[in-house]
């Protein structure tokens, strides 16, 4: 079997895929990747379903070899990217189709301004699937690589690819993806619990504190102040919990599933790959929509993706 080896995991590279949704009762996140509409863009590339296993690398890029030929795509935030190989180092777009050799290097240092750069790779990365995924969850218990961050020398099995690649994406689809990853407003509904000024969230802008993960990201700047659940209950990915002391934090997608402070607003689905793309000091501003139009801008999103690329079918 083909394998995807770790030269270099960067700060935090993990394998993931689209989570494993419908497990809360259960105590498991959903997890995946924190920014689908990047993965998703660099599976249908290379011909995967959506659902396929990638690596998702945080700041600061990574490095990988093959032991046999590879079809890549890298999409999300924008770093310097190279193929290292006899000849030289030669460079990788963004948001195209390339192919990776045995014995060369694909390279992604520096991603600038945002925070996730993912890697697709023809096939998927094809390591167990767990509780309905593939995806890491570190702390969950997992074993292997779902367990814990990718380290130097891991070997990621490579599946047997089921599509060809697609076309090479123009400057127009680029800039209307981009559009939508990188914005730094954040459409969101009033949230399911009474907060007393609640309304300042979607008039003030806040900036992304050094204390941001996958497990949420906390905000700068005075936020309603809300007073702690009688008990703990049920929280989501793009939650937006508000602190007694006044301090907004935005649940990631490796959040527990409860919480026990108040949620005055929920950043809606079309929204979380920007959410996935915010790093310390990036700005953040609440634009506030009904539910109504949060199910409207999904599922334009979802047409207008389907039109740049085509979705590939699941294997059988």
Known sequence: MTCLRVVDPGQYATVQDLGRPGRAGEGVPVGGAADTLSLRVANRLVGNPDGAAGVEMTLVGGAFEVDAPVTFALAGAPGFATIQSRMGPRGVMPWTVERLLPGEVLRLRGLHEYAR????????????????????????????????????????????????????????????????????????????????????LFQREFTVSRYFNRAGIRLDGPAPRG?????????????????????????GPDAPVTGGYPLAACVIQASLPALGQRRAGSRVRFERVTVDEAWRRLRQGEDELDAMIPRVAEAP
């Open 227 to 251: 007073q702690g659940l009688a008990q703990s209950e049920g929280v989501m990915h793009g939650g937006v919990e508000v602190t007694p002391n006044g301090t907004a934090i935005i649940l």
């Open 117 to 200: 750069a993912y890697l697709a790779v023809a096939g998927g990365v094809d390591v167990p699937a767990v509780l309905g995924g593939r995806g890491a969850l570190p702390g969950a218990g997992l074993e292997g690589v779902l367990g814990r961050t990718l380290r130097v020398g891991d070997m990621l099995p490579v599946g047997r690819p089921t599509g060809g690649p697609t076309d090479y994406l123009d400057h127009e689809r680029v800039t209307r993806i981009a559009g939508r990853i990188f914005s730094d407003s954040l459409a969101a509904t009033i949230g399911p619990h009474e907060v007393e000024g609640a309304d300042v």
